[in-house]
Structure formats: C-alpha cells, structure tokens
C-alpha cells in the first residue's frame, strides 16, 4: 500500500472519530444541557452525514483500486471505472459539504447576533455562500471535470476556477472567524468573556489552514505531469477530507463549553459562583436559568430553549442598551423639569 492511500484511510478514520465524538457532545449539551437545539445545530449535523457519505465514497473508491500503485495496482477486485465513479462521487459530497458547513457556523453567529445591521450582514454572507457552493460546485464536477473527476489544469478557465474556489474558501473562512469580534466590540460584558466568546466561535480558522495547504498544491500542480501530478491530486484529496473534518470539529467544539464547565479541573469552575449559580458544587455550575430568562433567550435566539452563559449575554446586549438608554432619557427629562420651575 502506497503512503498516499495510507494517509488518505488515516485522515478519514481519524476525523470521522473526532467528528463523531464532537457532534455527538454538541447535540446533548444544545438538546440536553440547554433545551436550545436550533437550525445551526441541524445544518452541521447535515454537514456532518455529507461528510460520513464522502468518505464512504471514498473507502469505497480505494476498494476498487484508486490510488494503488506498484505490486498493490493489480488485484481481482479493482475497477478503474468503478473507481473513478466512486471518487467523483466523494470529491461532489466534498463539495456540498463544505458549503453547507461555513452555513452552520453562520447560522450561529446569526444566533447571537443582537441588532438588525448584524442579521442583514449575516443573511447577506449566508446567501453569497448558497452561491459560491453551488457555482463553484457546478464547475469542479461537471465543466471542469475530466475522466470523472474534477480536473482544475484542463484548462485556463478550469485553473482559474480552481485557484478562485480555493482561494474564496479562505477568505469565507477568516469573515467567519472574525466576525465575532465586531459582534462584541461594544458588548457589555467583561473581558474575559470576550476573548472566551471570540476564540470558541474563530476556532474554524484552524481549517483554513488545510486551505491553505491545498492552495499551495495547486501552484505545483500547474508545473507537474504524469505520476508527480497523480500525487499532487491524492494530495488535493486528503486536505479536502482534513478540510471539512476540522471544519466541522471546530464548530461543534463552539458549543461544548456547557459541557466542559463540569469538569472544574479544566475550568477552575469549582468553587467559582456566577451570577446564575445558586451554589458552589461543580455539579451544577450550568444550573439553567429561571422561567423568565428561557422567555427572553428563546426569543432572542429562535432555537426553543436556553443557551449558554456567554450566549444569554450576547441575547441581552440589547435589553440593556434599551433600559440604559430609557434610564438616560428619564434623566434628562427630570433636569428639564427642575430647571423649568
């Protein structure tokens, strides 16, 4: 078995663990922990099933001879044909899945977003990203694909969609990781928050850096031919499957934070009280919040339940602005009345 196929089986069965593991904890801590469970969490859990579809595709299309080479090229059960159907398959449900991922952590993020401006902004880049997968999509897997599978050095178009595609994936990737930030600029909550918030939803800049990688392969593959460019492209495909496997690692892991504050070892959570806690035992450092806060952060959010610590105060950003802003007004309207008389 050639290194190539060994790192493709590698990467698969590596993320499919963690994946698996990750979406598994998100679901119980946004069903259980929460009651919160809402369309972002859906979407990944589509992106997640795309993803297990891929990589069926593509064990199934090793078992019938891709990537093989030397003394491991001939055996009784491959089929090149098969094989090629197989990874053309895997490489469209790649595709798909990538596009549908970036929409979960933008689902979050609109979620949380606590102003009108924000959701338009959000809704925009949700529409801008349906596009972008389903165009870039069109292209890989039928105008520029040759002998079954995407082929971006047929021609200059099919380079330049391919350079395009990868290079828009990043730039997707870093808005989102980023836009957390102008989310909580003016946010009234405490630093540390801030930097907690910002880091666990910017956790998918990680997967860019897999991007990266495969952008990088790109420039070599326009200079390569024969056996060298069949490498690069066996590249190509373990950076896609590491790709959305992290993507959707990082976005599950976004929300485990509920979780993890059990673990006061990890946290420091032990003998720390919130202001939502009603004692000092880590067993219940997630105590939910009361009747009327579930009211308010349902509303807020959409998802039928309560979210976080860090989520309910992004929910109530707004609020307070209002009261203070009532507050300010009455102020100002009882000095008026005291200079009048």
């Known amino acids: 078995m050639n290194p190539y196929k060994r790192s493709l ?22 069903t259980l922990m929460i009651r919160g469970f809402g369309w972002d969490d ?5 992106s997640f099933v795309g993803y297990i579809m891929a990589c069926i595709m593509g064990f199934t299309s090793m078992y019938y001879g891709f ?31 990538s596009g549908i991922v970036k929409l979960a952590v933008a689902l979050v993020l609109y979620r949380l977003a606590t102003n009108a401006r924000l959701q338009v902004i959000l809704t925009t880049s949700m529409a801008v990203v349906a596009i ?18 995407s082929d971006y050095i047929g021609s200059s178009t099919c380079t330049a969609v391919g350079y395009f595609r990868t290079i828009s994936n990043i730039f997707i990737d870093y808005f989102f990781a980023l836009f957390p930030i102008t989310m909580l600029w003016n946010a ?23 991007t990266i ?17 069949d490498h690069l492209h ?27 504050r059990r673990f006061s070892s990890i946290w420091g959570s032990a ?14 450092s997630c105590h939910p919040l009361s009747r009327d806060d579930q009211e308010r952060s349902a509303h807020r959010s959409g998802s039928g339940g309560p979210e976080g610590i860090e989520e309910y105060e992004l929910s109530r950003m707004d609020s307070i602005k209002s009261v203070g802003h009532q507050d300010h007004q009455k102020a100002l309207s009882r000095q008026q009345q005291a200079s009048e008389v």
């Open 234 to 260: 066996y590249q190509l495909l373990i950076w896609a499957d590491v790709e959305l496997g992290l993507a959707i690692f990082c976005a599950s892991t976004a929300a485990l934070r509920p979780l993890l």
């Open 132 to 149: 972008w997968t389903f165009v870039t999509t069109l292209f890989s897997s039928w105008l520029c694909a040759s002998s079954g599978v």
């Open 188 to 210: 009234r909550m405490s630093f540390r928050m801030k930097l907690s918030v910002c880091v666990l939803l910017g956790l998918g800049m990680l997967a860019s850096a897999a």
């Open 213 to 229: 990688a495969k952008l990088v392969i790109l420039v070599r593959l326009g200079h390569s031919t024969g056996l060298a460019a």
């Open 271 to 284: 003998n720390t009280r919130t202001p939502y806690d009603h004692s000092n035992d880590p067993s219940i």
């Open 67 to 97: 990537a093989a080479e030397g003394h491991d090229s001939h055996k009784e059960h491959y089929n090149t044909h098969k094989a090629e159907n197989f990874y053309f398959a895997n490489q469209v449900t790649l595709y798909l899945s």
């Open 9 to 30: 089986i590698a990467a698969m069965s590596v993320f499919l663990i963690l994946d698996t593991v990750a979406v598994a904890a998100r679901v119980y801590v946004r």
């Open 42 to 46: 859906a979407t990944l859990c589509l």
